[in-house]
């Protein structure tokens, strides 16, 4: 019995590879490209502040990656075109008027945010939350997010982010997005 279950096993296993194989080496996933097309967009909103240092590296970073030689940066020759939008003003209607009507309608798969002040980042945070699109935010190196705020003891923001650091030095790291993953 454990002869031919054996052999059952392997026949299953030669033949499912040979249904499988055929599918893997197709040029294009016609089930995923029929959602999404040939072109992946990504949003990038430009902050406020110095829009065109940040476009600038940008699209350095994505000269790069599309002359990679040895492997290229996106499979089944998918390819990949930025959105670039920049709120008239800095205020959260603005924004959620450029994110909306200048990226979000073009068809993103994922947003790029800047944000420049902890108030930015909520606001990320919650057109991230209401329009249930990817948004990740690229706070630059250097510049900390500083806030006014008080917590209820009187101690500063700072002070808890200091805390929290600490307690988790102590304990298992672990990767949280806040962000929606859109289904396929």
Not at 17 to 44: D, E, F, K, M, V
Not at 95 to 102: A, E, I, L, N
Request: hydrophobic fraction near 45%.
């Amino acid at each position: 019995m454990s002869v031919m279950l054996c052999r059952l096993v392997a026949y299953l296993s030669v033949s499912l590879h040979a249904l499988i194989s055929p599918c893997q080496l197709h040029p294009q996933p016609c089930g995923i490209l029929a959602q999404i097309g040939h072109t992946i967009r990504l949003g990038a909103v430009l902050p406020s502040q110095q829009p065109s240092r940040v476009r600038a590296a940008l699209n350095r970073a994505l000269l790069h990656a599309r002359n990679r030689p040895h492997a290229p940066l996106l499979p089944y020759n998918l390819s990949l075109e930025v959105v670039w939008a920049r709120a008239a003003h800095a205020d959260p209607e603005s924004v959620f008027r450029c994110v909306c009507q200048d990226v979000v309608v073009r068809g993103v798969s994922a947003v790029l945010a800047f944000p420049q002040s902890h108030q930015e980042l909520v606001q990320v945070e919650f057109i991230s939350a209401f329009l249930e699109i990817p948004f990740i935010s690229i706070i630059e190196e250097g510049e900390a997010l500083q806030t006014q705020q008080q917590l209820r003891d009187g101690a500063s923001m700072q002070d808890s982010a200091q805390e929290v650091d600490a307690a988790a030095d102590k304990t298992p790291s672990r990767i949280a997005s806040t962000s929606p993953v859109p289904s396929i």
